[in-house]
């Protein structure tokens, strides 16, 4: 029963591979724009291969990666690379995301969280800073610090409730 599903999977990347190829050769979309296809699929391979085998949680880190990183390079490839001179912080929300990922989807260890929002906090800091918003970064402050206030308050509420 395994093999078979091993088949099957291994029959729908081959289909969806030679799609890629063949848009590629018959369409104005040439490589130099599909090329970022495969980063994708091996992203989605490592987040298929958590589905199939829950256990295996730490799949959702590199796949995060692999699909955040290969949506940021089709958009470069698609509206231009100069938008790296601003999107460059995505490099480091990938993994940001990748942590939230895998509290959500394993342990819930709080180090996770605490990683995944550091990572993800640098980013939008940086994105705030590299867009020329560079004097409006605290306002993520602001909005971070009043969410805290009303999780606060809302786990205040079920306490009481609880008692």
């Known amino acids: 029963m395994e093999h078979r599903k091993n088949q099957f999977m291994w029959?729908?990347?081959l289909i969806l591979i030679g799609v890629?190829?063949?848009?590629?050769n018959i369409s104005r979309l040439g490589m130099e724009r599909l090329w970022p296809v495969f980063p994708l699929a091996v992203g989605v391979a490592f987040c298929l291969g958590y589905f199939h085998n829950r256990e295996k949680y730490g799949f959702l880190m590199p796949g995060a990666i692999f699909v955040v990183v290969s949506l940021l390079f089709f958009f470069c490839n698609f509206f231009g690379w100069w938008h790296m001179e601003t999107l460059w912080p995505i490099f480091i929300l990938a993994p940001g995301i990748g942590f939230f990922a895998m509290y959500s989807g394993g342990i819930r260890d709080?180090?996770?969280?605490?990683?995944?929002?550091?990572?993800?906090?640098m980013a939008i800091i940086f994105l705030f800073i590299?867009?020329?918003?560079r004097d409006y970064w605290p306002v993520f402050l602001i909005v971070i610090g009043f969410l805290l206030m009303v999780l606060s308050a809302h786990r205040g509420t079920k306490k009481e409730q609880v008692q």
């Open 11 to 13: 029959g729908i990347f």
């Open 20 to 24: 890629v190829f063949l848009l590629g």
């Open 130 to 133: 590299s867009s020329g918003l």
């Open 110 to 121: 709080q180090g996770l969280l605490i990683s995944g929002g550091i990572f993800s906090g």
